[in-house]
Nanobody, 125 residues
Framework: QVQLVELGGGLVQAGGSLRLSCAASGRTFGGYAMGWFRQAPGKEREFVATISWSGASTDCADSVKGRFTISRDNAKNTVYLQMNSLKPEDTAVYYC??????????????????WGQGTQVTVSS
């Protein structure tokens, strides 16, 4: 079992930045890809970014490319999402998730076994 806790959400003006963190505990963090998803009211959960166990491979949604960066520190069992140039449409609850390996379905929520409770990000215009 892996427990995930997200931190760092909040209210920010458009154009601002936030850094989310997700701390993992429980069984070994090793071998898991880590992803970030978000869900706005009335919308489905959508893929934001993912990173392989080693950190050598990353992938992100077109909507955040060039603005968001995912990274991880395996020594601290933590994954980060640096969000720059935030837009009102980035407003959502952000979730981190852990999934096995680096599968072709890594952009799908179904790939991930473990989920955090979510952290609210609100971007004002």
């Amino acid at each position: 079992q892996v427990q995930l806790v997200e931190l760092g959400g909040g209210l920010v003006q458009a154009g601002g930045s936030l850094r989310l963190s997700c701390a993992a505990s429980g069984r070994t963090f090793g071998g898991y890809a880590m992803g970030w998803f978000r869900q706005a009211p009335g919308k489905e959960r959508e893929f934001v970014a993912t990173i392989s166990w080693s950190g050598a491979s990353t992938d992100c949604a077109d909507s955040v490319k060039g603005r968001f960066t995912i990274s991880r520190d395996n020594a601290k069992n933590t994954v980060y999402l640096q969000m720059n140039s935030l837009k009102p449409e980035d407003t959502a609850v952000y979730y981190c998730a852990a999934g096995p390996g680096w599968g072709l379905q890594r952009n799908s929520p179904r790939f991930y076994n473990y989920w955090g409770q979510g952290t609210q990000v609100t971007v004002s215009s």
